[in-house]
């Protein structure tokens, strides 16, 4: 039984869902996920090792930045060369070495956080500081949706990828 909010997902377990997405998506496959996670844990020392800033990735490995700075494969803790851009990490805000909001790619018009220290870690449009929900709800309510866009100082698009991207 909910207390009427539905289903709830940890920030946590948000937030290490999308980065192995995020790894899935560069074409990572989930047998090299799975045993890079454990070594992280074990030999590491971090239980929620994905959450971690110091994680990378090329496409073809997980990689770690050890405590010497370098860049290191996790299976086998061999050196990389060159400096590795993870465009996943474009996603993900670090506060204290780990992840501390998230932004939702797919709210393309708009700039959608998920952030356990502002709106309860519910979907809030970043620049004005107000949940998906809110907006959402007073269109699905019957306002018309430029009414809303202005009350909200958002673009009519910027409602309508709400709308569409809530659903």
């Known amino acids: 039984m909910t207390d009427g909010r539905g289903l709830t997902v ?3 377990a948000l937030a290490e869902g999308f980065i192995i997405e995020s790894f899935r998506r560069v074409g990572l496959p989930m047998a090299r996920i799975r045993p890079a996670i454990e070594v992280l844990r074990k030999e590491i ?14 496409g073809a490995e997980i990689l770690y930045r050890n405590g010497e700075n370098e860049l290191v494969v996790v299976r086998n803790h061999q050196g990389v060369f060159n400096e ?51 907006i ?32």
């Open 45 to 58: 020392g971090l239980e929620h090792a994905l959450l971690s800033e110091r994680l990378q990735t090329d």
């Open 10 to 12: 940890p920030f946590a």
């Open 84 to 134: 590795v851009v993870a465009e996943f990490l474009q996603h993900i805000t670090y506060r204290g070495g780990f992840a501390e909001a998230v932004r939702l790619p797919a709210f393309e018009a708009v700039e959608v956080v998920v952030d356990p220290h502002r709106n309860a870690g519910q979907p809030t449009v970043d620049r004005i500081g107000v949940r998906v929900e809110d």
């Open 136 to 167: 959402v709800s007073r269109v699905r309510g019957g306002e018309p949706m430029e009414d809303v866009a202005d009350d909200f100082g958002l673009r009519r698009a910027e409602v309508k990828s709400l709308i569409l991207k809530a659903a």
